[in-house]
């Protein structure tokens, strides 16, 4: 049966804010969270860029509920083995209730540090071995590792959960489907597609748990819902693989005046229909997901909770 989480958006809010929604998700019924993990937001308006690893040990003492990344870029920014070491210490303290979320990245997250960005070929094969190093420090055993992308030396992690920590990997196309397949313990991607569900499942996914997000505008006023969506969230419509090659904010903005409210109406739901909301979330459980997680854009996080309490999660659990 498919379980509704909360996702928390560490661009768009502080971590007061952030642990303020995770106590209210579990209030209305929400039995999982999603938090994201970027360097930058997409644009200046969302405005804010959290260190996500000190925000879900904030979570870890705020609320009960499992937490996962969605997702983490375990490759460029962070070595795997910092990474590796910071979701064990998160499993530790949220006792096991904790998945790795793990994704090839965005340039706008990973070229900090100067690194160039390489294609996608090359990012899944940094990924892949990434995940690979960090399962075997999830053993707690002592790991050295020379591969084509990464060394890892004589090193040991102490804090480590009972049980390895779960990888989930993102993917929003096939050949990224049969990667998440082949390497994952899951899968994650952002849209309803049944086709690439089945992807996963024939190479290699049968049994694993997928994971699916969506944002939605709850607010009385339909248009003015509209309206904040297209200044705080156009980049998710925008086409193809710009996404994960822009590199600043600045960039996302320019190529988001290529988004019209037109197109936000259309993909994003918004407004106070219960009815609206059941159907973009439990399109996701039609097309096969275990766990879909619902993040609410903008201030008006209360109306939210309130709404998805008493009429949205009782509709999608009948």
Same mark, same amino acid.
Request: net charge negative.
């Given at each position: ?38 360097? !930058? ?11 996500? $690893? %000190?925000?879900?040990?904030? #979570? ?8 996962? &990344? ?33 994704? &090839?990245?965005?340039? #706008?997250? @990973? ?5 160039? $960005?390489? %294609? ?16 075997? #420090?999830?053993?707690? @055993?002592?790991?050295? =590792? ?9 090193? +040991?992690?102490?804090? &480590? ?17 049969? #990667? ?10 952002? &849209? ?8 996963? +499942?024939? =190479? ?25 969506? !297209?200044?705080? $969230?156009?980049? @998710? ?15 996302? /903005?320019?190529? %988001? ?19 609206? !909301?059941? /159907?973009?979330? %439990? ?7 275990? @766990? ?24 999608? +659990?009948?």
């Amino acid at each position: 049966m498919t379980e509704y989480g909360y996702f928390l958006s560490c661009e768009e809010f502080t971590p007061a804010e952030l642990i303020d929604q995770a106590r209210r998700a579990q209030e209305a019924g929400f039995t999982r969270l999603a938090i994201s993990d970027h360097f !930058h937001p997409w644009n200046d308006a969302q405005g804010n860029s959290a260190f996500v $690893w %000190s925000v879900i040990g904030a #979570l870890s003492q705020a609320v009960d509920l499992p937490v996962t &990344t969605l997702v983490t870029c375990p490759t460029v920014r962070l070595h795997p083995a910092v990474t590796a070491q910071a979701a064990a210490t998160s499993s530790v303290l949220l006792g096991g209730r904790f998945a790795l979320g793990v994704g &090839t990245g965005e340039a #706008l997250n @990973e070229h900090i540090h100067a690194d160039a $960005w390489p %294609s996608f070929d090359v990012r899944a094969e940094m990924l892949e071995e990434a995940v690979e190093a960090m399962r075997r #420090l999830f053993t707690g @055993e002592q790991v050295s =590792h020379r591969g084509r992308h990464y060394t890892v030396d004589n090193a +040991r992690l102490y804090t &480590t959960p009972d049980q390895p920590v779960p990888v989930y990997v993102s993917a929003f196309g096939p050949k990224a489907a049969e #990667l998440a397949g082949r390497i994952g313990d899951g899968f994650v991607t952002m &849209t309803p597609d049944a086709d690439l569900v089945a992807a996963f +499942r024939e =190479h290699g996914g049968h049994g694993k748990k997928v994971l699916g997000g969506v944002k939605v505008c709850w607010s009385s006023n339909r248009d003015n819902a509209v309206e904040l969506v !297209h200044r705080l $969230w156009p980049t @998710e419509l925008l086409p193809g693989e710009l996404a994960q090659v822009l590199p600043t904010p600045a960039h996302f /903005e320019q190529a %988001s005046q290529l988004v019209t409210r037109e197109m936000v109406t259309d993909a994003v739901t918004c407004g106070d229909k219960a009815e609206e !909301h059941v /159907e973009a979330v %439990s399109a996701y459980a039609r097309a096969g997901f275990d @766990e879909v997680y619902v993040g609410q854009i903008g201030p008006d996080q209360e109306v939210f909770f309130d709404a998805y309490r008493e009429l949205v999660l009782p509709a999608l +659990r009948t």
